[in-house]
């Protein structure tokens, strides 16, 4: 089955600077690749995704890139605000029939003020 | 739009109870929901997938005879987790997708289970 390998566990920034989370995946036929913030005690929220025939996605401070060849995608946000603070999870998915994600271990990322 | 809800938010039972867990897309009908555990600073493991109409799919490990699933709607799947003990207790999330082919999850707030 999929494998889903996500580093840092844990990133600590300024506010202001940017943030880079990255995941790497094990199987190929993986074509879905969600990012979700999850805020304490409650669920996971959908910030941004990308599918297998684009390379890049971007959504005002975040974006998103993917590398086929490599197997790996990066979560990137820009002029980090202390609302960003929170778990972020990377997902794959092979997207067939009734498919679950497969996550990462999380990052907790801490924007320092 | 793509709102997925949970009741309820948090529930504490004693051993050998079961406790039904609720999970309904409120703005659209999802053929295919999810159910996923989450251990305290872990994360999201998949439990079972269930499609509307038909029996659920369990992953590897999870036992099909203790968290029974139903999806009898476009819009409500139930988990219940039966002779509930201890270690049962989680946080337990659902998720909904739309439809075939579309493979956006939207989650709901979860529901926290103790198991006294």
């Known amino acids: 089955g999929e494998n889903v390998e996500q580093h840092p566990s844990t990133l600590s920034v300024q506010e202001g600077d940017s943030a880079v989370i990255k995941c790497t995946y094990s199987d190929s036929a993986s074509n879905y690749f969600p990012w979700y913030k999850q805020e304490l005690g409650k669920g996971p929220q959908l910030i941004i995704d990308i599918r297998s025939n684009v390379g890049e996605k971007k959504d005002q401070r975040i974006a998103v890139t993917l590398n086929k060849t490599a197997k790996h995608f990066s979560l990137h946000i820009t002029e980090t605000q202390p609302e960003d603070s929170a778990v972020y999870f990377c997902?794959?998915?092979?997207?067939?029939?009734?498919?679950?994600?497969?996550f990462g271990k999380g990052t907790h990322l801490i924007i320092q003020p | 739009g793509a709102v997925v809800s949970q009741h309820p938010s948090r529930v504490i039972c004693k051993s050998g109870t079961s406790v039904k867990i609720e999970c309904r897309s409120l703005d659209f009908q999802a053929t295919t929901m999810f159910w996923y555990r989450q251990f305290p600073k872990k994360s999201l493991m998949l439990m079972a997938t269930s499609n509307e109409g038909s029996k659920a799919t369990y992953e590897q490990g999870v036992e099909k005879d203790k968290f029974l699933i139903n999806h009898a709607s476009l819009t409500l799947s139930t988990l219940t987790v039966t002779s509930a003990h201890p270690e049962d207790s989680s946080f337990y999330i659902c998720?909904?997708?739309?439809?075939?082919?579309?493979?956006?999850?939207?989650f709901g707030p979860g529901t926290r289970l103790l198991v006294l």
């Open positions: 998720s909904a997708r739309e439809g075939q082919g579309i493979q956006t999850q939207y």
């Open positions: 997902a794959a998915s092979t997207g067939g029939g009734a498919d679950g994600l497969t």
